[in-house]
C-alpha cells in the first residue's frame, strides 16, 4: 500500500501543478481517481481522466502543457492524438509514472460541479471541476459495458452504495450483470485486491458485486 499512497501523493501534487499553471480552468476531473480523491472511494487509483469543460484550440493548449510540464518533470511520453491529449511523466529517472488523458470533448452541460480534492497523504486541498455523481454513474455504465474493467464494476457499487438512483434500462441492466458475474475469482484477488484498501480485500473475494447485482435485480423479484 506504500507504492499506492505514493502514487497518490504524486496524483496530488499533478493536479495542484495543473492549477498552479490554470490549465484546469478548462478541465473537467472524472474517472476513478476523481472518485477517490474527491469522494473517499475506498480503491486506489493509476490513472488521471480529464474531459473538457469549455472550448479550446487543442493544438495549442498541447503545445502549452508540453512546453510546461518539461520544465517540472521528466516526461516519457507526449501525444496529441486525434481524440485526446496524453501525457506520461515522472519525477526523475526510476520513479513511477503518472498517465494523464485529456479527451477532445466538451463535457454535458450541467453535468460539472466544483469539488475538493484531497488525500490523507498530501498536505493541501485543491479546488477542481468535476462530474457529478450521476454523470459518473452514466460515464462508468458505459465504460463497464464497453471495456468490461473489474474497476469499473466497483465503482459502480460504490455509487450505488453512495445514493445515486441506477436509472437504467432493462437491456443496461441484463449487460452490467452479465458482466459482474462474468469476473473470475483472479479478477477479485489480483486485478481488484491488488487497488483495494486492506480492509475490503476478504468481503470481496467473498461476496463479489452482490450488493450491486440486487440493487439492479430488485424490480425482477420484487414483482
Known amino acids: 500500500m506504500e507504492r499506492l499512497a505514493n502514487h497518490e501523493t504524486f496524483e496530488m501534487e499533478a493536479l495542484q501543478w495543473l492549477r498552479s499553471k490554470g490549465f484546469l480552468r478548462s478541465l473537467v476531473f472524472g474517472g476513478g481517481t476523481m472518485l477517490r480523491l474527491c469522494h473517499e472511494m475506498p480503491r486506489y487509483s493509476l490513472d488521471m481522466d480529464f474531459w473538457f469543460y469549455k472550448e479550446v484550440e487543442y493544438d495549442a493548449f498541447y503545445n502549452q502543457l508540453e512546453n510546461l ?18 501525457a506520461e511523466f515522472r519525477k526523475g529517472a526510476g520513479m513511477q509514472r503518472l498517465k494523464i488523458e485529456i479527451r477532445k470533448t466538451l463535457a454535458p452541460g450541467g453535468s460539472t460541479e466544483e469539488k475538493i480534492a484531497f488525500s490523507p497523504h498530501f498536505p493541501t486541498q485543491v479546488l477542481v471541476r468535476g462530474f457529478t455523481l450521476g454523470q459518473m454513474f452514466r460515464n462508468k455504465v458505459s465504460a463497464l459495458l464497453d471495456r468490461g474493467e473489474i474497476r469499473d464494476g466497483f465503482d459502480l457499487e460504490f455509487l450505488a452504495r453512495s445514493g445515486v438512483t441506477l436509472d437504467l434500462s432493462e437491456e443496461e441492466k441484463e449487460g452490467i450483470i452479465k458482466r459482474l458475474r462474468g469476473f473470475k475469482k483472479r479478477d477479485f484477488s489480483v486485478k481488484l485486491g491488488s487497488l483495494l484498501l486492506s480492509e475490503l480485500r476478504e468481503y470481496y473475494n467473498q461476496k463479489r458485486f452482490a450488493y450491486l447485482e440486487e440493487k439492479l435485480s430488485f424490480d425482477k423479484w420484487s414483482t
Open 69 to 86: 510540464i518539461g520544465q517540472e518533470y521528466d516526461v516519457t511520453d507526449m501525444q496529441n492524438k486525434f481524440y485526446s491529449i496524453l
